[in-house]
């Protein structure tokens, strides 16, 4: 297979939104293990935007008197963190502070991180959710400035057409939309009384789609609950997109874009519908299975999770992503991979959500996502011939002529082995000298599952066999750098199975 890439031929200008994530917990922030965590990230710059929830019950209670009162206190040292690291965040309204709930004892079944149970009720007064949300998004504003929170979304809620809003029952209830729509009526009517400089929406829905319509038709053309108008301000449109889930894959199945793809399009379909078609929307949930809190000890199949796999999807999701999004109108700004499960870890490559593993050791969708994080923001001219199907690529520079090539390899099914594949790379429309790095990840390159694998599976390596495992995870280059010079370049590149190859040529003359 030969790639040719034009470094003098732009496509389009491209937006980084595969460089996103949910942080999850995120009263994690202000522990130690979470803050290495984040620390390493924003070391690496390889997230932008994080998505954090609001933990009101946090912060509201009442005093003797039946008043609320506010405690920001924990909020402000997650918060301050975060800004103190460069990012920008998605906070997200939820859930019920008992005190305000309607059902106080309505709580979560799965017992959350720190013994923490959720509520999922409706309030008891929506007047006081929305005087709640005007009162922490007029603290946001009064301690961040209204220019670094205007830069910020907020949004309604979790998943609100499931089990996590009003009752349990998984299956569309007509009576969950007609309930939040009322909570989004106050929620946006709470922030506008603080600021209309932020931006704000929902409703961040799983996959019911009657739900997904009905929402949009209130805030298109509904009478708003509060103002008496005609519909509601609606800034942004955020969804969840799975590629499979836990009990499917364990069936045989396995993990496929298309399914995220075909998700997108439905809902923008409906966006269309009631006149949002190019409204931005924002993936604040992605994974290549649901299951955050699900890992290899009821399904065994989930440590794709932990392998090369995962980041070769990852990749192959934004290569199809800046094809078939741009090709529909879609304006999808950013997906951001979720993360929960990281704080039930009780072993290393156990197949949860993370980036790393219980010793901190980088797993390979990590590494896999720093890779992306690299890539420029010009999409390159690129021509294929005797393409392979299981072969991708990425081709992009930056403004300052710097050319960023991802090539990668894998099929989506996971059981599959698949031969080593030889691929040509003919990069032209190069001027002057450029140094060129080449960064490798596949099964035997900058991989700590592998590393771990073939020391036995440790599940409780010591001190030597910690620091071979970190070190056989770190990425780095795949052989020294080199200066090259002239108008073109080709390089043959021998892709194994589920490899990433990163050529970052940077402009020096």
Request: aromatic letters at 12%; charged letters at 25%.
């Amino acid at each position: 297979m030969i790639i040719r890439v034009n470094a003098r031929k732009t496509v389009r200008k491209i937006e980084n939104f595969w460089s996103h994530i949910h942080f999850h917990p995120t009263d994690a922030i202000e522990d130690n293990w979470g803050r290495e965590i984040l620390d390493q990230i924003s070391q690496d710059k390889a997230a932008r935007t994080v998505r954090i929830y609001a933990m009101l019950e946090d912060i509201v209670t009442r005093d003797g008197q039946g008043k609320l009162r506010y405690d920001f206190f924990l909020n402000d040292s997650r918060i301050d963190y975060m800004v103190s690291h460069g990012f920008q965040l998605l906070i997200c309204f939820n859930f019920m502070p008992r005190c305000l709930a309607k059902n106080p004892d309505q709580l979560s079944k799965l017992e959350r991180y720190k013994g923490k149970r959720v509520n999922y009720s409706e309030p008891s007064d929506y007047a006081e959710w929305q005087e709640v949300v005007f009162q922490y998004t007029q603290h946001l504003v009064s301690r961040y400035g209204e220019a670094t929170v205007s830069r910020w979304y907020l949004h309604c809620w979790n998943e609100p057409d499931i089990l996590y809003w009003l009752n349990d029952k998984v299956e569309y209830d007509p009576d969950k939309i007609e309930a939040y729509i009322k909570l989004y009526d106050h929620f946006a009517r709470g922030i506008l009384r603080a600021t209309d400089k932020v931006k704000f929406g929902g409703p961040s829905a799983a996959f019911h789609m009657p739900f997904f319509e009905a929402f949009l038709e209130h805030t298109r053309s509904g009478i708003n609950q509060v103002t008496g108008e005609q519909g509601t301000r609606l800034d942004f449109i955020s969804i969840h997109t799975y590629a499979n889930n836990p009990a499917k894959i364990a069936a045989g199945e396995h993990p496929e874009v298309r399914r995220n793809l075909d998700r997108i399009i439905a809902y923008h379909e409906i966006m269309q519908k009631y006149g949002y078609g190019d409204k931005e929307m924002l993936i604040d949930e992605w994974g290549a299975s649901s299951g955050g809190f699900i890992g290899i000890d009821r399904f065994p199949e989930m440590a794709f999770r932990d392998t090369a796999y995962l980041a070769a999807f990852y990749a192959r999701m934004a290569d199809v992503y800046l094809t078939e999004l741009a090709k529909r109108g879609i304006n999808v700004s950013k997906t951001m991979i979720c993360l929960s499960g990281q704080h039930d870890l009780k072993k290393d490559f156990a197949g949860f959500r993370s980036f790393f593993t219980l010793n901190r050791f980088p797993k390979p969708i990590y590494n896999g996502f720093v890779m992306l994080s690299r890539l420029g923001s010009r999409l390159l001219d690129v021509s294929l011939a005797a393409p392979n199907p299981q072969v991708g690529v990425i081709p992009t520079a930056d403004e300052d002529g710097t050319c960023r090539i991802l090539i990668y390899y894998m099929d989506e099914d996971f059981r599959k082995t698949l031969p080593n594949c030889k691929v040509t790379l003919q990069l032209s429309g190069l001027e002057g000298s450029y140094r060129l790095k080449h960064i490798r990840l596949d099964q035997a390159t900058c991989n700590s599952q592998s590393k771990w694998a073939e020391l036995g599976k440790p599940e409780n390596p010591d001190q030597m066999q910690r620091e071979i495992i970190r070190r056989a995870g770190r990425l780095d280059l795949y052989v020294p750098e080199e200066i090259i010079e002239g108008e073109r370049y080709e390089e043959s590149i021998v892709m194994t199975q589920n490899a990433l190859s990163l050529l970052v040529f940077e402009k020096i003359t």
